[in-house]
């Protein structure tokens, strides 16, 4: 009997397509609410996510079937590893697929804030002409400072390089050789952090690195630096960005990823005019979703078909 795999949340349709290629039984059903998954996911060997579908403990109880999860994109925060792995459940995702779709963001939000694009759009709009006001900065010639040099990071460290921005990483898994490939000098976090004119996060959110970019972090900027979050919410201390943004410290900030999506209207953050906020879209392009869709599909397939284990993050 060909192995049956559900795909939720919308994933690029090519997914369902890549499955039924490996002779896996795709089904694609975006309509489902809580109750309706909760319902029919027992009859199911895979299942494939984006970032909607909570995989806790209650979908995992009621998954009698479930070998594997797919996430189609890089971070497993809606899905419980723990329950997972203690219910034998493999969880993969797809490093790699959408990183450069989030390092363009990366640079646009840089280009936005050194040059106030989003300021000068929107007095057009209001029928200004503020040429005096809007002088920027170029990025030639800063520092920019990466933390996390994964798919992500690196993507970012290179089309730093490429601004002709000097690039500073830092993360603990990867030799001084392995960030010169792509122009990045590794650094310890401290000094990273006391040369970085624009301070990136690309790490997962996990124990160590919540409200990593803390109050003592943001201190430790040359002034005026500008602190991006495209990676989650709940790195970068939100208290202490606004504070130093207010006080001046930070010149700006862009922030994608928030610890509860939506945050409310009235965040400030989300309504300060020195902040681009943005709705969690650096992985959203047409590219993107496809490449992360069929990554989590081939992966789920040949695990289910062949036994094969790619990017496999719950040890299972
Ligand atoms: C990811 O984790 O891959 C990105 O943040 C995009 C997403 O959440 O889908």
């Known amino acids: 009997m060909a192995a049956r795999v559900l795909l939720t949340d919308r994933v690029a349709p090519r997914a369902a397509e890549v499955l039924a290629e490996m002779g896996v039984d795709a089904e ?3 309509d489902l609410d809580r109750a309706a998954l909760l319902d029919i996911i027992g009859g199911y060997d895979g299942l494939v996510v984006r970032s909607s579908t909570r ?3 209650e979908l995992l109880g009621a998954a009698h079937r479930l070998r594997i999860v797919g996430r189609a994109g890089i971070g497993v925060d809606n899905i419980d590893l723990q329950a997972s792995r203690a219910r034998d459940v493999a969880v993969c995702n797809t490093p790699g697929g959408n990183a450069n779709a989030v390092a363009e963001l990366a640079v646009g939000m840089m280009l936005s804030l050194v040059r106030h694009i989003p300021l000068a759009t929107v007095s057009m ?3 200004e002409w503020r040429k005096k006001e809007l002088k920027g900065r170029e990025l030639r010639g800063q520092t920019l400072g990466v933390v996390g040099l994964g798919a992500v990071g690196r993507r970012v460290s290179e089309l730093g390089r490429a601004m002709g921005m000097t690039v500073l990483a830092s993360d603990p898994f990867i030799s001084t050789d392995d960030a010169a490939k792509v122009g990045a000098i590794l650094t310890p976090l401290d000094q990273l952090v006391r ?14 690195t919540r409200n990593l970019v803390d109050r003592a972090v943001l201190a430790s900027l040359p002034a005026g630096a500008l602190v991006l979050n495209l990676a989650r919410g709940g790195i970068v201390d939100e208290d202490a960005l606004l504070e130093a943004i207010d006080s001046g410290r930070v010149a700006g900030a862009a922030i994608d990823v928030w610890p509860d999506e939506p945050p409310p209207k009235d965040h400030p953050l989300r309504t300060h005019p020195r902040v681009l906020a943005t709705p969690h879209i650096a992985a959203s392009t047409h590219e993107a979703q496809v490449a992360v869709a069929v990554q989590a599909a081939e992966q789920v397939g040949a695990f289910l078909v062949r036994g094969e284990r790619r990017h496999i993050v719950n040890g299972v």
């Open 125 to 127: 709009h209001e029928g």
């Open 28 to 30: 694609q059903r975006d």
């Open 55 to 57: 995989v806790d403990a």
């Open 195 to 208: 040369n970085a004119n624009v301070l990136t996060v690309h790490v997962p959110l996990v124990p160590a």
